[in-house]
């Protein structure tokens, strides 16, 4: 059975971020991480809809994709800066997501600093993929 648009778009991504050094990218990760897997990056879908957009036989969908950086650091907020522009580089350089999607767009960033022996930032940025595919079948556009 062929790959849906949306889990195309998802592996594109991911591929697209392993690309950044010095993070581990993983994709829909639910398993706490050990000290020593920071920094990590996590690619999630968070929600997928059609706009209501209706084109003969397609539908626009928006998805909208969590990109999470965790860091452990004395200012993880100011540590996080290097791996959160360099997600936000790799995701706009590639904004047709290898020509499964229509465009992407930079939503909102959000940032969770947690106290512990060494502080743990995670600092999500939500990014909207507009992409169309058949009214009948997820696998084409």
């Known amino acids: ?16 971020l ?3 050094s010095g993070a581990t990218v993983y994709r ?3 398993e706490p991480l050990a000290r020593g897997e920071t920094p990590a990056i996590i690619i999630e879908p968070i929600s997928d809809q059609p706009d209501g957009t209706n084109f003969y036989d397609k539908l626009d969908w928006n998805m909208r994709v ?14 996080s800066d290097t791996y959160t522009q360099a997600v936000h580089l790799k995701i706009m350089a590639d904004q047709t997501v290898n020509s499964y999607a229509l465009d992407v767009l930079p939503d909102r960033t959000d940032f969770s600093l947690v106290e ?14 507009r992409y ?3 009214r009948t079948d997820l696998t084409s556009s």
């Open 116 to 129: 512990a022996d060494i502080p743990l930032g995670i600092i999500s940025q939500d990014f909207l993929v």
């Open 132 to 134: 169309r595919t058949s």
């Open 18 to 20: 392993d690309a950044i």
């Open 66 to 79: 969590r990109i999470s950086t965790l860091v452990r650091a004395a200012l993880p907020d100011d540590v």
């Open 28 to 30: 829909s990760r639910v």
């Open 1 to 16: 059975m062929a790959d849906t648009r949306r889990e195309l778009i998802l592996a594109r991504l991911k591929t697209n």
